[in-house]
């Protein structure tokens, strides 16, 4: 199993930016990709950025140029940032880490809300 635990959410102005982590434990080993993905309300769950095997990076056209992803390896565990920068209210949404294992099957964090003000 692996445990997700995120942090680093909160209200920001337009503008503005916020870096959220994903601390990742467990069987680090069977990870083979991690990434972030957004639901803002009424909407369905949508991948904003990840980081495959081979360190390949796939990021979500509407964060492009704004948005960084970023993982750091320790011995026990794996952490996964996000830093937004230039936010937008469209950027409004409940923010989940995702870990996916070999065989496919995912993991999830528990969600950090991220709210952009205008």
């Known amino acids: 199993q692996v445990q997700l635990v995120e942090s680093g959410g909160g209200l920001v102005q337009a503008g503005g930016s916020l870096r959220l982590s994903c601390a990742a434990s467990?069987?680090?080993?069977?990870?083979?990709?991690m990434g972030w993905h957004r639901q803002a309300p009424g909407k369905e769950r949508e991948l904003v950025a990840q980081?495959?095997?081979?360190?390949?990076?796939?990021?979500a056209d509407s964060v492009k140029g704004r948005f960084t992803i970023s993982r750091d390896d320790t011995v026990n565990e794996v952490y996964l940032h996000l830093q937004m920068n230039s936010l937008k209210p469209e950027d409004t949404a409940v923010y989940y880490c995702?870990?996916?294992?070999?065989?496919?099957?995912?993991?999830w964090g528990q969600g950090t809300q991220v709210t952009v003000s205008s």
């Open positions: 995702n870990a996916v294992v070999g065989g496919g099957f995912p993991y």
């Open positions: 467990g069987r680090l080993f069977s990870i083979i990709a």
């Open positions: 980081i495959g095997s081979g360190d390949r990076l796939t990021v």
